[in-house]
């Protein structure tokens, strides 16, 4: 009888894993609270220029960064009130460029720790169209890597794909991977061989779905 009650109060403590928990011993949240914070799916990148659903920050230019020229609150469109556009002008030495949206903003390449688990979802999927058509450009999801590093390592990408000049959906694929800790929710890169000429893209509604 003793054993019984023994495996009840067990259950009951398991079922109440939190409480008992904060009993026993407190948990200390040393990581500060945009840490890995669970949140739920479909989870925005971008959807509308200062939109409070939007998550991760444009901050992570690479490469020839005086090529680029980014405006995320550009008006292409009536049924689209603000999408972003990306012109690359290759020019530069590096012969490429790209930007990770990454977070915490001011995260510099990894060196604070944020991100979010998302681990709700099973792709990510965003919008996106050239100025003309047949621009080329790679686009990702994970793979920052600094003093902390996303979960997901290396990135999942698209690899090069030319875009069309009409809006179409992409869908990066990634059920099953590790998505706890992820610092760089997009990332886009393109370069000069791809874009000899350059390119203009458009991007919107970049999001992560369950
Ligand atoms: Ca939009």
């Known amino acids: 009888m003793v054993r019984v009650l023994c495996v009840c109060l067990a259950v009951v403590c398991v079922m109440l894993a939190g409480g008992c928990r904060s ?14 914070q669970a949140i739920t799916c479909p989870f925005t990148v971008y959807s509308e220029w200062g939109s409070a ?3 991760f920050v444009p901050e992570g230019w690479m490469g020839d960064v005086a090529d680029v020229a980014f405006d995320d609150n550009h008006k292409l469109d009536p049924e689209r009130p603000s999408v972003i556009r990306i012109q690359y002008t290759p020019s530069g030495s590096a012969q490429f460029a790209g930007i990770y949206w990454w977070d915490p903003a001011g995260g510099n390449w990894a060196e604070v720790d944020g991100g979010f ?4 979802a099973k792709k990510l999927t965003f919008w996106a169209r050239g100025e003309r058509g047949g621009e080329k450009a790679e ?16 990135a999942v990408s698209t690899g090069p794909i030319a875009l069309t000049e009409s809006w179409a959906q992409y869908t990066i694929a990634l059920d099953g991977k590790p998505l706890d800790h992820i610092l760089s929710g997009f990332a886009w890169v393109t370069s000069k061989v791809q874009n000899p000429e350059g390119a203009v893209i ?3 509604d970049i999001r992560f779905e369950p």
Request: proline share 8%.
């Open 117 to 120: 688990d998302l681990s709700c």
């Open 139 to 154: 686009f990702k999801v994970g793979g920052l890597r600094g003093t902390y590093q996303c979960s997901l390592q290396p």
């Open 53 to 55: 659903e939007n998550h």
């Open 23 to 36: 009993t026993a011993q407190e948990p200390t949240d040393v990581a500060g609270p945009s840490v890995g």
């Open 202 to 204: 458009y991007l919107d």
